[in-house]
């Protein structure tokens, strides 16, 4: 299983924009194989990535994820090959559909027909990244458009995918899934055999499915699924995120975040392993002093055995 780091989340050491990239040279140091970042009230995604991308050499970077409603499928399709040939080829785009409390009451825009849209929205995109040109009519995208790029590099796709709807169009359509907050059992049970029935019924290679999740190395257990509830307890009012955590019969973020000792953390990372889960993407979080360092140091040193 490749392991990733979660950059951007607002639990960096240093979030200005040096400060990302230095810290993203890091993780290239120390062997991650990839360095992941959102997009919602922060810095840009696909901005800040492309800076990394020149700035860096072998690690994959990724956005999970960028919400797709606020940019046109031709304008994602262009900043994301722009970002991929930042990179050298080594980008990889993760999209969503935000929630709809974003997309109605923050940016004005209708949230109708998520599941449709984003059907369409990638049989735009998919076809620009992969031929550089498209001809697509569909009910709500109508795109006629051939990109004339010096330099071009081929960019998987990755879908945030929860229901079921979403996980048929992210198997048939797009390269896999990228998950925040979704438990082993919902993973085990849900995500995986959702995504992967899909992708074999189109047709396509197994898809990746990367696990976005809060892990931190600690002997006390308590505190830390208490540090990880207070710093996450946004997400118990999130609808989609909600619905995850009820699937896990959790309580809170805490209650599906990787925590625990040096043997405990190696069990549940093989764990997920095992159950599907192709890449980690680890967030780390100071539940107290010292725990960003701690852990990041503790998942290097698996990485280097």
């Given at each position: 299983m490749r392991m990733g780091i979660m950059t951007g989340s607002g639990f960096d050491p240093d979030p200005t924009m040096s400060g990302l990239i230095k810290e993203a040279q890091r993780?290239?140091?120390?062997?991650?194989?990839?360095?992941?970042?959102?997009?919602?009230?922060?810095?840009?995604?696909?901005?800040?990535?492309?800076?990394?991308?020149?700035?860096?050499?072998?690690?994959?970077?990724?956005?999970?994820?960028?919400?797709?409603?606020?940019?046109?499928?031709?304008?994602?399709?262009?900043?994301?090959?722009?970002?991929?040939?930042?990179?050298?080829?080594?980008?990889?785009?993760?999209?969503?559909?935000?929630?709809?409390?974003?997309?109605?009451?923050?940016?004005?825009?209708?949230?109708?027909?998520?599941?449709?849209?984003?059907?369409?929205?990638?049989?735009?995109?998919?076809?620009?990244?992969?031929?550089g040109t498209v001809a697509y009519s569909g009910d709500i995208f109508n795109v006629n458009a051939t990109f004339y790029m010096p330099e071009t590099h081929k960019v998987p796709v990755l879908v945030a995918a929860l229901g079921p709807k979403m996980l048929e169009v992210a198997g048939t359509y797009a390269d896999g899934t990228t998950l925040w907050l979704t438990g082993p059992k919902t993973i085990e049970q849900h995500i995986v055999p959702g995504i992967m029935a899909a992708a074999k019924a189109a047709a396509k290679p197994a898809p990746r499915v990367v696990a976005g999740m809060p892990v931190v190395l600690t002997n006390d257990i308590a505190s830390a699924r208490d540090g990880v509830n207070e710093k996450l307890a946004m997400y118990n009012d999130i609808p989609s995120y909600r619905a995850m955590l009820d699937r896990e019969n959790a309580n809170g973020p805490g209650d599906v975040a990787l925590l625990g000792d040096e043997q405990s953390l190696r069990q549940q990372i093989q764990h997920l392993q095992d159950i599907g889960v192709t890449d980690l993407n680890a967030v780390l979080i100071d539940t107290d002093s010292g725990a960003y360092e701690r852990t990041l140091n503790f998942l290097a040193s698996e990485l280097n055995q």
């Open positions: 993780y290239e140091q120390l062997g991650f194989d990839s360095v992941w970042m959102a997009t919602i009230y922060g810095f840009d995604g696909l901005t800040v990535l492309s800076a990394i991308g020149a700035a860096t050499s072998r690690i994959e970077l990724g956005t999970a994820v960028v919400a797709s409603h606020p940019r046109h499928p031709m304008a994602m399709a262009q900043q994301a090959l722009t970002a991929a040939a930042a990179s050298q080829g080594r980008f990889t785009l993760g999209v969503g559909l935000s929630h709809k409390y974003v997309i109605e009451q923050e940016m004005g825009l209708t949230y109708s027909k998520p599941a449709d849209n984003m059907r369409e929205y990638l049989q735009v995109v998919m076809p620009l990244l992969q031929q």
